[in-house]
């Protein structure tokens, strides 16, 4: 009988930066609508601060990812550009360090310098990088898939508490906000829990409660400035 498994790791490249944008999206945005709300704001100021929000935030979302996320590719490709001069020029004594990875491991030493010589003629650069710099495809730096996911996400996270906004009546703008957009970003941190293999209620705590902070912040900051917005 065949033996499967289903691992969660390798959604680690647009997990992060869809749950980093839509938390943003949703956090920020929010934030943003109650802090000018309680700044005794009209609503259609409100509403126009809102949507600025969200278009500002998504680009800044997409160029912010996709600056550090090509940083991070760069430092990748000119580390494996040195791995393979030393390969080309200093073949026995990466054998030797490869052999040492592999002892420190676990194995003994004979064993350790089959492994790696098998692995060298495998694919020697591709080994190293494993191995020695921990690289592998699962964690592969992407920086416009990062920049794409942060960017949509954030717009549609941001869109969510846009929406209430446009539907609440004033009066009770600010509950309504509030109460929904915690709403989402329990269900939010839900899903990427979920997505991601770990507890339902860790992650749903975690991110409502950051959440929660922020517009909480961002409403004292609002009333204490208390400045009406036409």
């Not at 030797?96 to 990875?101: H, P, Q, R, S, V």
């Amino acid at each position: 009988m065949r033996h499967f498994e289903f691992h969660k790791s390798h959604r680690i490249a647009w997990l992060r930066a869809a749950v980093l944008g839509a938390n943003d999206g949703i956090v920020s945005t929010a934030s943003l609508i109650i802090g000018v709300a309680a700044a005794q704001a009209s609503h259609s100021s409100i509403l126009l601060t809102g949507i600025a929000g969200l278009v500002a935030g998504a680009m800044s979302m997409a160029a912010g990812e996709y600056v550090s996320v090509s940083s991070q590719a760069d430092t990748e490709s000119a580390d494996l550009a040195k791995e393979s001069h030393e390969l080309t020029h200093e073949p026995e004594s990466e054998l030797k360090e490869l052999t040492g990875i592999y002892i420190g491991r676990g194995l003994s030493a004979d064993l350790a310098h089959q492994v790696a010589l098998a692995l060298t003629a495998h694919d020697a650069l591709g080994a190293h990088a494993r191995d020695e710099l921990g690289m592998s495809d699962t964690v592969a730096a992407k920086p416009l898939v990062a920049a794409v996911a942060s960017a949509g996400t954030f717009a549609v996270g941001a869109a969510l508490p846009l929406i209430v906004t446009a539907l609440a009546p004033q009066l009770y703008l600010i509950k309504a906000v509030t109460g929904l957009s915690l709403l989402f970003l329990a269900i939010l941190g839900g899903l990427a829990a979920k997505a991601g293999g770990a507890k339902l209620i860790t992650g749903a705590s975690r991110v409502a409660f950051w959440g929660a902070l922020a517009m909480l912040i961002t409403a004292m900051v609002g009333k204490l400035f208390g400045v009406a917005l036409t």
